[in-house]
């Protein structure tokens, strides 16, 4: 399961259909963005958020949620919504940058054992393998650039993903 429909959260889809996931569930309330979650391996998209949100993950899996959740957000909410998501004994990563150092209630995590980690991706570990794949065009995760610009458009670039209008802005000199 993925918290997050960003370049980052769209990536953690395709990475684990390339794993071979056999569920994936994709939290998503934009239809462009499902749409290509949808075309790199997810199986279900999930648009409600919050108790409601975690309602339903629990219901699409035996009524105690999903085993494995990745949070691709930063932030604290999302981040919620990742351990709400987990089943019991579950694993939560994380790859989305923490927003404005958020504080993790250790207890709630605790009293689920609900397992957590994360960090920066160690790209050097990778690449060797999945290079190859992204230039022979097997793997495509250059799909989440949606929108290109000039260098000159930083600005414009920053305004149209923060307000979803773009994935991914691709800067051009």
């Not at 309602?55 to 932030?75: K, W």
């Not at 790859?95 to 150092?101: A, C, E, F, T």
Request: aromatic share 4%; net charge negative; proline share 6%.
């Amino acid at each position: 399961m993925v918290v997050g429909d960003g370049a980052v959260g769209l990536c953690g889809v395709l990475a684990a259909s390339r794993l071979g996931a056999s569920r994936i569930v994709a939290m998503s309330r934009h239809e462009t963005r499902a749409a290509l979650a949808r075309e790199f391996g997810a199986t279900d998209v999930v648009a409600e958020r919050g108790e409601d949100g975690i309602r339903v993950i629990h219901d699409m899996f035996e009524g105690v949620g999903a085993l494995r959740v990745l949070e691709c957000v930063g932030t604290a909410e999302a981040m919620e919504q990742a351990h709400g998501s987990a089943r019991p004994g579950g694993q939560v990563g994380f790859v989305g940058v923490p927003h404005l150092n958020p504080q993790l209630p250790m207890r709630p995590w605790f009293n689920k054992n609900v397992g957590l980690r994360g960090g920066v991706a160690p790209v050097r570990n990778y690449v060797g393998e999945l290079l190859p794949e992204v230039l022979s065009g097997a793997l495509q995760p250059g799909r989440v650039f949606d929108l290109e610009l000039p260098l000159s458009e930083v600005p414009e670039a920053y305004a149209a993903m923060d307000e979803r209008r773009a994935i991914k802005v691709l800067l051009r000199p």
